[in-house]
């Protein structure tokens, strides 16, 4: 079996910042792109930022400049730093991998999630 933990979500005022990680743990033979969605409350989970193995990264438009991802391939874990937040930022954060196991198959996997909540 092959998991997502993240970690790192809380309370923080608008402006603050914060820095999400996304630990995998398993059977993992490699993972490539891995990814961050958020859902805010009432809304539909939306993409916010990937990052393959070798380290392209894609952040979507509305928090580019604000959100950044990263990885530790030795640590299979992804982080996104999120700087500046605004109350707009308030979500569940989860973390979203395809995991190509030890058994030789893919897995498509997800996080928890972890809740973001901007507000003074």
């Known amino acids: 079996q092959v998991q997502l933990v993240e970690s790192g979500g809380g309370l923080v005022q608008p402006g603050g910042s914060l820095r999400l990680s996304c630990a995998a743990s398993?059977?993992?033979?490699?993972?490539?792109?891995m990814d961050w969605y958020r859902q805010a409350p009432g809304k539909q989970r939306e993409f916010v930022a990937s990052?393959?193995?070798?380290?392209?990264?894609n952040v979507v438009d509305s928090v580019k400049g604000r959100f950044t991802i990263s990885r530790d391939n030795a640590k299979n874990t992804v982080y996104l730093q999120i700087d500046s937040l605004e109350p707009e930022d308030t979500a569940v954060y989860y973390c979203y991998a395809q995991i190509l196991t030890t058994a030789r198959v893919y897995l498509p996997v997800w996080g928890q999630g972890t809740l973001v909540t901007v507000s003074s």
């Open positions: 398993g059977s993992i033979f490699s993972i490539n792109a």
């Open positions: 990052i393959t193995r070798g380290g392209t990264t």
